[in-house]
Structure formats: C-alpha cells, structure tokens
C-alpha cells in the first residue's frame, strides 16, 4: 500500500506522534497551516469516512474530542476538517481530520 500515512502508522516514515488508541493515531502535520496543527487518522486504510467500521468512527472521533481540548489551548480557537475525497480536496487518500489553532489575527479563508 502506497500511502503516506499508512508509513506513518508503520513506522516506515516519521512523524511527531501525540497519542494513540486501539485504533486511531494522531500526528502533527508536516507541513502546518499553523503552529501545532494536528491529524487525527485510523490506523486502517480507509479513503473516506463512510468507509469505516462504527467501532473505528467512534475511536477517531473521540481521538479528536481529546485532542481537541490540547490543541484549543493554543490559541482558544480550532478548526475542524475533513477533506472527505479527491473533489472535496484530499489529497492523501487516508481518512484525516485536522485540527488546526486559529486566532482573529489569521488571514481571512486561510
Ligand atoms: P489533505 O489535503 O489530504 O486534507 O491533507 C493532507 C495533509 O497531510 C496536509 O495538511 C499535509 O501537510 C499533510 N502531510 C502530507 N505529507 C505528510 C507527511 O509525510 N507527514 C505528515 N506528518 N503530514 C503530511
Ligand atoms: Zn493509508
């Protein structure tokens, strides 16, 4: 399997992990929209949400209910996406949700 992301998950490629669970991984972005910008992917090879197990949808998204309060405290503000297939903007076809600070001094969009 050629994805970025599943490398990650095997060790194949580094990356700053923060905290893991039976099935869910979150990381921080390498490329960060902003200071402490965070993925939160399964650890299986899912391109979109609907693809998931419910077991693996509810691990995710309480991965990201922990790790939003971490990355909330950065600024007071996060933004939440999915990019849910190619047309919608994914680019790394790897379920991820990010999370990433935000504060009234960023560019308007961005
Ligand atoms: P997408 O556009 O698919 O929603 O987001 C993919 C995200 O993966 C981007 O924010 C990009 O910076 C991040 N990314 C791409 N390659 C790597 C990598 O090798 N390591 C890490 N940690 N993040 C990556
Ligand atoms: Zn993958």
Known sequence: MDCIFCKIISGQIPAKILKETDDS???????PLAKGHVLVIPKNHHQKIQDMSEKENSDL????????????SITGSTLL??????DAGQEVPHVHVHLVPRSKYDSAGA
């Open 61 to 72: 998204f309480s991965l990201v209910h922990t790790m939003i309060s971490k990355v909330d």
């Open 81 to 86: 996406a999915v990019h849910n297939g190619k």
């Open 25 to 31: 991984i979150s990381f921080l972005d390498a490329f």
